[in-house]
């Protein structure tokens, strides 16, 4: 079995459409699962569990501190994990999505109806972590098949295309079940998650066998093991946490990181509350509302033509398209709810449309320019980090958005939000309407702003890589135009001098 495993895992096979579909199929989780719970798992609690907004918030909010904990020590963990047996069998980053799997099943736990405060908080955190799990080796996978920047933009596009598909049938498949079963019952929730635990469980294993890593030899001799134990927990940890510091010292990774949590953090704003929008504010029913969210099915020919315009243009004017495209849309869904036209439905929809080809962009942008940034990293410190910027990316996101998610709790209950009821006082139906147009817009304008400082495209990465490979191939530095060395300094913000610093 051992020689088995090391054959399949660690032997590199042809890169085509096919193969980059089979990894990117965890992302039908990734951006499905996140999706459901973003959408409705707040207003599930509140209306079906029996939970108050400021208690389902805390759930979100500690559960995600949890997982941020968590995707910050998967980095680590996947990294050395091909020290242990288990790992040179299955492979440092193959073992977790072969476990991860059949865990999947545990989205269902979330959709239990009537549980207790504890119930919910340790069922939502389980998945938080198996999820990490699988999402943090997982993203790491491109950089271990393949060195080819054109298909790790293969596979970084296809993962985005997956993912978009899973955010649409996340928010297309609960608008059919409110549909058939009722707008007023708690069990299609629950059948929402089978559903997709189920398929979740699928897309995971088809890309545990479709993939393959890198395989690093180690040997455990007892000079290493002497040299482990006497590092100590403490120093281990205190040397990983400056590892992660040291991405921050990166100028373009920290523009990309805020405009990042910026824009993700204000779609998750505008999924908390736009149920109870579409059902308390502008009382247009759960059902309507569902199928405004199903409007991401545009999202697949939004990516391919911004994977189009992303080579064209850059990603500073693709942000721009995608926040004015946003905000237009809120103001938008504003005027829905102070006027009440007649045509208040065929409204809601056009505004849904305009938000969710926003959003469609919004989403495609980080996760293509995310493969750039160890470039720039590598210029600076002649090492390969790019595990270390996927978990920080996703620590500091999800920290993030714990903080979100307990505000949004805490606002919907200060605003007099009544749980388990549709008619709302005008009080609670403003907080509403105040959170999903006033904080998700403000977040989008900060992002837009951020955005137009942002020098990392096609032609200013084309001259960094120009010279990471003259530097690779051992020559000096000091050869660099005037017009290279600009380039570098601005986008690493380092000064030449500490460019190429291998110590």
Known sequence: MESKNLKRIYKPKKINLLRAIGYGLPDMMGGGAFTIIGAWLLFYWTTYAGLTAIQAGFILGIARIVDAVTSLLMGSITDNFYKTKLGQIFGRRHFFLLIGSPLMLVFILMWVAHMTFVYYLISYLLFEIIAAMVLIPWETLPTEMTDDFNKRTLFSTSRMFISSIGVFLATFVPGQLFKILGENKAWPFILNAIIFSCIYVICIMIAYFTTWERHIEYEDTPNKQKKTKKQGLLKLLIKEAKEYFSTLKLKSFRKHLIIY???????????????????????????????????????????????????????????????????????????????????????LFIFGLIY????????????????????????????????????????????????????????????????????????AKNMIVFILVGGTGILLLLALIEAQTFHLNKKTHKILTNELEKLRNGESKDNASNETIKTVEDLTGYKWANIWNKD
Request: net charge positive.
């Open 261 to 347: 949590l910026l824009s993700f953090t204000s779609k998750d704003v505008f999924n908390a509350v736009f149920a109870y929008f579409a059902v308390s504010a502008i009382m247009v029913g759960s059902t309507t509302g569902a199928n405004v969210l199903s409007l991401s099915i545009i999202g697949p020919a939004v990516i391919i033509l911004s994977g189009f315009l992303m080579v064209k243009y850059g990603p500073r004017w693709l942000y721009s398209v995608s926040y004015s495209c946003e905000l237009f849309a809120l103001c938008g869904f504003l005027y829905l709810y102070l006027a009440k036209p007649n045509a208040i439905i065929i409204m």
């Open 356 to 427: 969710n080809f926003g959003l469609s962009i919004l989403q495609f942008v980080p996760w293509n320019v995310f493969p750039l940034i160890p470039d720039l990293d590598e210029i600076v410190t002649g090492k390969h980090r790019e595990g270390i910027y996927a978990a920080v990316m996703t620590f500091v996101r999800k920290s993030t958005v714990a903080v979100a998610t307990i505000i949004v709790g805490f606002l919907l209950d200060k605003g007099g939000y009544v749980k388990g009821q549709i008619m709302q006082s005008t009080s």
